[in-house]
């Protein structure tokens, strides 16, 4: 599915490992949760959508890694996803992966481009 490429955020306001920036994607016909963050220097947006159950991953906003900032976990039952690919890596989320989303950065902006699988 290929959307209008849109503006996120800037560069500097990701981190590696640190906070996600959240915005909204259009999802077969709805509004639906999605992040970006920053993992060993590249950027990667998925679906704020866990793959156990559809519920957001951040109960703190934005605060998607964990502990140690390799991976992405579900605050609610503990699923966990490897940060650059959104597969599971560990939790109820079996073999379902995140989402993930086309994102783009240049000249210190952070885009969306698209949906992958959507
Ligand atoms: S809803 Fe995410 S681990 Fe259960």
Same mark, same amino acid.
């Given at each position: 599915?290929?959307?209008?490429?849109?503006?996120?955020?800037? $560069?500097?306001?990701?981190?590696? $490992?640190?906070?996600?920036?959240?915005?909204?994607?259009?999802?077969?016909?709805?509004?639906?949760?999605?992040?970006?963050?920053?993992?060993?220097?590249?950027?990667?947006?998925?679906?704020?959508?866990? /793959? @156990?159950?559809?519920?957001?991953?951040?109960?703190?906003? /934005?605060?998607?890694?964990?502990?140690? /900032? @390799?991976?992405?976990?579900?605050?609610? @039952?503990?699923?966990?996803?490897?940060?650059?690919?959104?597969?599971?890596?560990?939790?109820?989320? /079996?073999?379902?992966?995140?989402? $993930?989303?086309?994102?783009?950065?240049?000249?210190?902006?952070?885009?969306?481009?698209?949906?992958?699988?959507?």
């Amino acid at each position: 599915m290929a959307d209008d490429e849109r503006l996120i955020c800037t $560069s500097a306001a990701l981190r590696n $490992s640190g906070k996600a920036v959240r915005f909204e994607v259009e999802y077969f016909g709805e509004n639906a949760p999605a992040f970006v963050v920053r993992f060993e220097e590249r950027v990667y947006g998925y679906l704020n959508r866990c /793959g @156990h159950m559809p519920m957001e991953l951040d109960w703190r906003e /934005g605060e998607v890694f964990d502990l140690l /900032g @390799h991976d992405l976990i579900c605050s609610t @039952h503990g699923a966990t996803y490897a940060a650059a690919s959104g597969k599971c890596t560990g939790g109820p989320c /079996g073999k379902t992966p995140l989402v $993930s989303l086309q994102m783009e950065e240049r000249d210190g902006k952070v885009y969306f481009k698209g949906i992958d699988d959507g």
